[in-house]
């Protein structure tokens, strides 16, 4: 089977899969204003650390459930789905959110099916169409409109950090493109528990060697964050992650990836209850986006 066919929808979404979507994208819609928090309390790097290690711990139990499942022979791609999928991005965005709302953050991220389109095209065997050429550039306009001409509330002439949610968006198309092609047929627990199981250790080492531990204790506020973090391991990460997998896998990488259509409006709203902004650039640009990704999937 070439690789373009394994990016077919193997069959039309199901009322199943339409309910994963919205789910989804809920769950990691909240996760924006989750990173907004924990980032006032942990650097970048110890939220990030927190976060690989509260998933890795999550997912020992799941990965000795599902052991026999697991390939191992493609551990390359296992590790790739655990920094690719968590651990990069995951740095870019807390980051990023020291600077950009998380409204913004959200919007930005609704780029990933446009880079799992244009990744897929270029490296994974992807068929090209006229209509995924004026998507991604109708999606580019948005992401730029967003990024150099969006004013007001935390984001003002603040266009590396948003770069970075970008930047983000590409490690996460990376990751769909390799679950997609690289990891089809492996049960959805399987893959993420061992990704997480290969890195695990090595993240509990960045842990300690950045104080992350010290943290918790002398900040005023270090168990709260530890709550913030544990939501995004647990269920940003771990059960979002199985069932992302799961959902791609029962449809395609650019159906999952669609998550993005919901997901700003989620993150904007939540954030417009911890009282950000919601700016007419905000709202144009993501519009633009998400005209974009539809165009890009037809």
């Known amino acids: 089977m070439s690789n373009s066919s394994a990016h077919a929808e193997p069959k039309a979404p199901e009322l199943l899969d339409w309910m994963l979507l919205l789910g989804l994208s809920a769950t990691w819609g909240a996760s924006f204003i989750m990173i907004k928090k924990a980032v006032g309390i942990f650097t970048p790097i110890q939220m990030t650390s927190w976060r690989m290690v509260l998933a890795f711990l999550v997912y020992i139990p799941v990965a000795i459930a599902f052991w026999s499942k697991i390939d191992w022979s493609k551990w ?6 655990a920094l690719f999928g968590s651990a990069i991005p995951n740095f870019f965005f807390s980051i990023a959110q020291q600077q950009v709302t998380s409204g913004l953050a959200g919007a930005l991220n609704s780029l990933t099916p446009l880079f799992t389109l244009l990744i897929g095209v270029s490296f994974f065997g992807m068929h090209w169409s006229r209509n995924k050429l004026v998507g991604v550039g109708i999606g580019w306009l948005g992401a730029v409109l967003l990024v150099v001409f969006s004013s007001g509330g935390d984001f003002s002439g603040k266009a590396f ?6 930047l983000a968006t590409i490690c996460y198309a990376i990751n769909a493109n390799i679950v997609g092609t690289k990891l089809r047929g492996i049960h959805p627990a399987a893959i993420a528990s061992s990704a997480f199981l290969i890195t695990g250790l090595l993240f509990v080492g960045i842990l300690l ?6 943290a918790v204790q002398q900040h005023s506020d270090g168990m709260a964050g530890i709550g913030y973090v544990f939501y995004l391991a647990a269920i940003g990460t771990v059960a979002g992650s199985i069932f992302y997998f799961w959902l791609m896998q029962r449809t395609s990488a650019l159906f999952a990836t669609s998550t993005t259509y919901l997901l700003p409006v989620f993150a904007l709203l939540i954030g417009l209850l911890d009282k950000e902004q919601i700016t007419l650039p905000q709202i144009l640009g993501t519009g633009i986006i998400l005209t974009g990704v539809y165009l890009a999937r037809k």
Not at 76 to 81: E, N, Q, R, S
């Open 76 to 81: 390359k791609y296992l590790i790739g789905v």
């Open 161 to 166: 950090y948003a770069f970075l949610c970008v």
């Open 209 to 214: 060697a950045n104080d992350g531990i010290k």
